[in-house]
């Protein structure tokens, strides 16, 4: 059997002019050198910044972070807790005198406090489990976070003979009785929930302040008198059976009494807590079991009266709300025509657009997902990302121009020729809808030659593209290919009636925008349309899995982490509460021919195409279990197939570098088998 690794190709025999320039374009070990600027945090008094420092350890194959800290104006950037460990999660103290952060100390994550005047730092805790979500109080005492608590709820066990003595028999048997037992990056769950925790910062115990068998996940706000925490949870009679049903409550620190806030149905979160005190923001909607609803931004009195949504006019999904130094409007983060944006809304409902370009914290494929913090001036810093750098430090404030301070990827990518990303729209030959999506194409692109075609579809599927940078699509330009990202129906960021396009109804017509989009590409004048390929991930594997079901246009396909059948999907895939109440019409056994009909595994008799299929052996989120299935199925069929098993990966295969790596070089070498427009290279 050969293989041929594309991005592997050596140089040898090629003009010293060829070779120079493939030197210049991007290229796989390049990605081990990419650096992002992650959670920024901004000081009280908008004087000062500090952030995490993200890039990889080529040995290791894994991330590497520091903290950084810089003047807001660009000025004296320099490390303050770095070396062989791992550093996040910085929080200024109130007063910004001090500030705390996360360090794994002997392979365990501790909190540590940094004395910013004079540079001490000690050690706070002795943990067992990681902590999260920290928070300050408002006298700067204490640092509320939450952390794993074990609990033994009886599971079944069985009275065993004793083993001999030097007899070695086979490890301890495991028995699960929970819905929800394992999760996607995590496996198999330990028994016990999130809980919350105080901690004196002068040193001392953390003491846990929630009770019950509930998780209380995420940052803890505290109350303006710092007596109580304002959380989210799910406290139902059953968290699992209504996975989203989440209130805000009051959490009273001296004696471990909730009071709830919030009582719809449907999930209430992010509380925020007013510098006066006097109100909370939170996000959510009412649950109608679709399966895309954006959240809007709620605001009510502390007590939990007169709650009402001051979001209304923007349809929009509505994150990671920060109130303003005055208490008169909120920052907010979010998602606009593949464009991630910081707003301001005023407590009228009037919305103000701050920053765009909100984002660069995904290397791999160019999804949303950025951080932002707002100092008690209005002064805010954030992660800025576009399509030819990852997320750099960036700050501004009302009425000003944005500023980005720093170039971590400059010395990488400042002498490299990068695909040029440009955006293009279409309408669907299904109802003339317009479909947005991003053209990346490669370097030294003349409109006058004609390129092979990558679909790349995304997953989710209710997420989103962007003009943002994207590793993947830079490298399959660097081997000479256009790459179309496309947001079909379903994609968020549109609102919600586009999203929810697809509900009960996923794949369908989304499958015709991307033939639409492939279209209006060849449309152009510059594709090779006898070369033609389609990838995607996740729901992008759903979709691509589906495409080669229903049309025989492409070369080859390269189905990454996909789903094949949605029956054995939503019983066998982490989420069990979750997908069938929320993408079908019920139980499985009950629609069983709704099931089928969207399952690509129905469409397998159909499929010509040469098939790669790709997948996390510890993916938990799309089982190895679905590749087999289309593996198996095309195998019967006598399709041209493979199947790459990634080991120790879970469903973000690009978790390590070197998998990023060896995912883009196998569906290049798959491509490439069957890529008619130039010869092989072995």
């Known amino acids: 059997m050969r293989t041929v690794i594309v991005l592997a190709i050596a140089t040898l025999g090629v003009s010293p002019a060829l070779a120079q320039d493939l030197a210049n374009r991007f290229t796989a070990k390049d990605v081990f050198q990419l650096e992002r600027a992650v959670d920024p945090q901004i000081s009280p008094d908008g004087r000062t910044v500090v952030y995490v420092r993200a890039g990889f350890d080529i040995m290791a194959d894994r991330s590497r972070s520091a903290i950084w800290i810089m003047n807001v104006d ?23 005198s001090r500030l705390a952060y996360v360090s794994t100390e002997d392979g365990r994550a501790q909190i540590f406090l940094r004395w910013m005047d004079t540079g001490q730092e000690t050690k706070l805790t002795n943990l067992t489990e990681s902590p999260g979500g920290m928070s300050w109080s408002p006298d700067g005492q204490w640092i509320a976070f939450s952390m794993f608590v074990a609990h033994d709820e009886g599971t079944l066990s069985a009275d065993m003979p004793s083993q001999p003595d030097g007899a070695e028999w086979g490890p301890p048997i495991q028995v699960i009785d929970q819905l929800n037992y394992r999760a996607d990056g995590a496996g198999y769950l330990d028994e016990g929930d999130d809980h919350l925790f105080v901690l004196p910062v002068e040193g001392g115990t953390p003491r846990q302040v929630s009770s019950g068998a509930y998780d209380h996940g995420g940052t803890p706000q505290w109350g303006a ?54 109100l909370i923001a939170y996000t959510g909607f009412d649950d109608t079991f679709q399966g895309y609803t954006v959240a809007k931004l709620y605001v009510m009195n502390r007590d939990g009266s007169n709650a009402r949504m001051i979001s209304g006019n923007l349809d929009r999904d509505v994150g990671n709300p920060q109130w303003s130094g005055d208490s008169r409007g909120l920052f907010i983060q979010y998602d606009d025509e593949g464009n991630t944006k910081i707003g301001y809304v005023s407590l009228s409902g009037d919305v103000q657009v701050l920053a765009e370009n909100v984002g660069g914290l995904s290397l791999g494929r160019p999804y949303s997902g950025g951080q932002y913090s707002v100092a008690r001036n209005g002064t805010f810093t954030f992660t800025h990302g576009t399509p030819y750098q990852p997320a750099e430090l960036a700050v501004g404030r009302l009425g000003r121009d944005v500023q980005q301070l720093t170039s971590l990827n400059e010395d990488l990518l400042g002498h490299k020729e990068l695909g040029q990303v440009e955006e293009i729209w279409w309408e669907s030959s299904y109802d003339g809808r317009r479909i947005q999506g991003w053209i990346t194409k490669p370097p030294g692109f003349n409109p006058a030659n004609q390129y092979p075609l990558v679909l790349e579809i995304h997953g989710g599927p209710f997420a989103n593209y962007g003009d943002r940078f994207s590793a993947e699509n830079q490298l399959y330009a660097s081997e000479g290919y256009v790459v179309l990202s496309a947001n079909p129906r379903g994609s968020s960021s549109y609102g919600q009636e586009f999203g929810n396009l697809i509900h009960h109804n996923y794949p369908s017509q989304d499958y015709d925008d991307l033939m639409s989009g492939v279209d209006a590409v060849i449309a152009q004048g510059y594709i090779d349309s006898d070369n033609l390929f389609v990838t995607g991930g996740s729901g992008g594997g759903v979709l691509s899995a589906w495409t080669v079901g229903k049309t025989d246009r492409f070369a080859a396909a390269a189905v990454q982490k996909p789903v094949i059948n949605w029956y054995s999907f939503v019983l066998n895939a982490d989420g069990l509460d979750f997908f069938w109440k929320y993408w079908f019409p019920g139980k499985p056994w009950d629609h069983a021919e709704h099931y089928m009909a969207r399952s690509p595994i129905h469409y397998a008799g159909n499929v010509t195409t040469p098939t790669m299929l790709i997948t996390g052996e510890v993916d938990w989120r799309t089982p190895m279990s679905e590749t087999e299935q289309f593996y198996g199925a095309l195998q019967i069929q006598g399709v041209e197939t493979t199947m790459v098993r990634i080991p120790d990966a879970s469903h973000g295969i690009a978790n390590r570098p070197s998998n990023l790596i060896a995912k883009v070089a196998y569906i290049t070498s798959w491509f490439a088998k069957y890529r008619t427009d130039r010869k092989e290279v072995s």
Do not use: C
């Open 74 to 96: 660009g000025s004296d950037p320099r490390p303050i807790a770095s070396g062989p460990n791992n550093y996040s999660q910085p929080r200024w103290s109130p007063d910004g």
């Open 225 to 278: 008198d710092g007596q109580a925490l304002i959380i989210s949870v799910n406290r139902t009679a059953n968290p699992q059976e209504e996975p989203l049903n989440s209130d805000i409550f009051s959490l009273s620190i001296a004696d471990g009494s909730y009071t709830q806030l919030t009582s719809r149905f449907g999930p209430d979160g992010s509380p925020r807590v007013s510098p006066d005190g006097r």
